[in-house]
């Protein structure tokens, strides 16, 4: 919840300095530095959160619930939740990491009290083996 947060006021920040901005080349006809020091602003802001993104998914693992087309993702220890369930019954969760190999469609079943404790293992990863290709074949279905 925290992260909404952080990029929404990062984006009300923008936004007020962009208007500032144009505040400032408006009534200062150019004879001031307010416009200059207010898009600064705009400019470190926008930086600031593209890094901070940036940093997010790659610290995360992007946890997507089925159809309903929420998405969370994972704190530091791997620990996510989701809320507002009204009724329990199956659900597909996927998993994505840009590091790691996809788990996609995991079925879980969400009990009546709304929760359920779902551990999953990603595979591949920086330090996996890469794969081997695959093995090439001619017409006749030989080795070629």
């Not at 930086?47 to 993702?73: A, C, E, N, P, Y």
Request: aromatic share 8%; hydrophobic share 40%; charged share 15%.
């Amino acid at each position: 919840m925290w992260i909404k947060v952080i990029i929404v006021l990062t984006f009300i920040g923008i936004v007020a300095s962009l208007a500032s901005g144009l505040f400032y080349l408006v009534n200062d006809k150019g004879d001031s530095r307010r416009t200059l020091r207010a898009l600064t602003m705009r400019i470190g802001l926008s930086i600031g959160l593209f890094v901070f993104l940036m940093i997010l998914i790659g610290l995360g693992v992007t946890v997507l619930l089925g159809k309903d087309g929420r998405s969370t993702t994972t704190d530091s220890d791997g620990s996510y939740e989701f809320g507002g369930f009204r009724t329990s019954g199956a659900v597909a969760l996927s998993f994505e990491h840009p590091q790691y190999d996809s788990l996609d469609g995991r079925q879980v079943t969400i009990d009546p009290t709304g929760t359920v404790q779902v551990d999953v293992q990603l595979t591949g990863g920086p330090d996996a083996p890469p794969a081997a290709p695959p093995a090439a074949t001619t017409d006749e279905g030989g080795e070629a």
